[in-house]
């Protein structure tokens, strides 16, 4: 894998790990934030092409802030 390849891969995992922690207090927000970040995270995904690398990273991140969203809400 080229330096190139590694610094995009990079960037992919830094801006879903960003958005996780932007919305890592997601349990208190109402059903606007929650499609606020469903937007976030398309954004995020477009700017690297809609690559499925993008897509599963986001998609990982927002699952986990869904699990723990639910767990909190029934502990």
Do not use: H
């Not at 208190?28 to 897509?55: F, H, P, T």
């Amino acid at each position: 894998m080229s330096v190139t390849d590694l610094k995009k891969v990079y960037g992919m995992f830094t801006s879903a790990w960003k958005l996780f922690k932007e919305y890592a207090d997601i349990w208190q927000m109402e059903s606007e934030k929650w499609e606020q970040l469903v937007n976030e995270s398309d954004k995020i995904a477009q700017s690297y092409g809609n690559c499925r690398l993008a897509r599963d990273l986001l998609s990982a991140a927002v699952g986990e802030l869904e699990r723990r969203s639910k767990e909190v809400q029934n502990p």
